[in-house]
């Protein structure tokens, strides 16, 4: 069973790759994507096919689109914390799990990190941060090409 479910994932993984190939603009922002640390072919395949605004949007439209920006939560005289909801959870999870990489191998979010670190923010905080900004640097090389 195990052996068969690997090789329908390879084969899915070979028909991702076809697709994005194929596509000459999909070609050339994977080929963009690829060069940033914690972004590997996973991560690329969801953000290509579930975040097709990227590059067209400003920081804060993807961001919230993405389901990584905080929302207020207010009525009246009362006000709560903020959080990240709606948006894209596939989207999110991805790039919550290419934070874990890029946060331990990319220098200004390893001090991103510290620094939000010493305000004794919680860990996953910290990881929600850092993915969001990691999809602006994205938006930002997609947009520049």
């Given at each position: ?5 690997s ?12 697709i ?17 640390p ?50 894209r ?6 790039l919550?799990?290419?934070?874990l ?6 220098p ?6 510290d620094?939000v ?29």
């Amino acid at each position: 069973m195990i052996a068969l479910l690997s090789t329908q994932i390879s084969v899915l993984d070979q028909r991702i790759k076809a697709i994005i190939a194929a596509d000459r603009a999909l070609a050339e922002q994977a080929a963009l994507m690829s060069t940033v640390p914690g972004i590997g072919p996973t991560v690329m395949a969801v953000l290509l096919g579930e975040l097709p605004e990227l590059g067209t949007l400003c920081r804060r439209k993807i961001a919230s689109l993405a389901g990584l920006a905080p929302h207020a939560r207010k009525s009246g005289s009362w006000k709560g914390a903020r959080r990240i909801w709606g948006g894209r959870r596939k989207v999110r999870e991805a790039l919550y799990i290419a934070a874990l990489s890029a946060s331990r191998r990319v220098p200004a979010l390893i001090a991103m990190r510290d620094r939000v670190r010493a305000k004794g923010k919680p860990p996953k905080t910290i990881l929600i941060a850092i993915a969001r900004q990691l999809l602006v640097i994205l938006n930002a090389m997609i947009q520049k090409s």
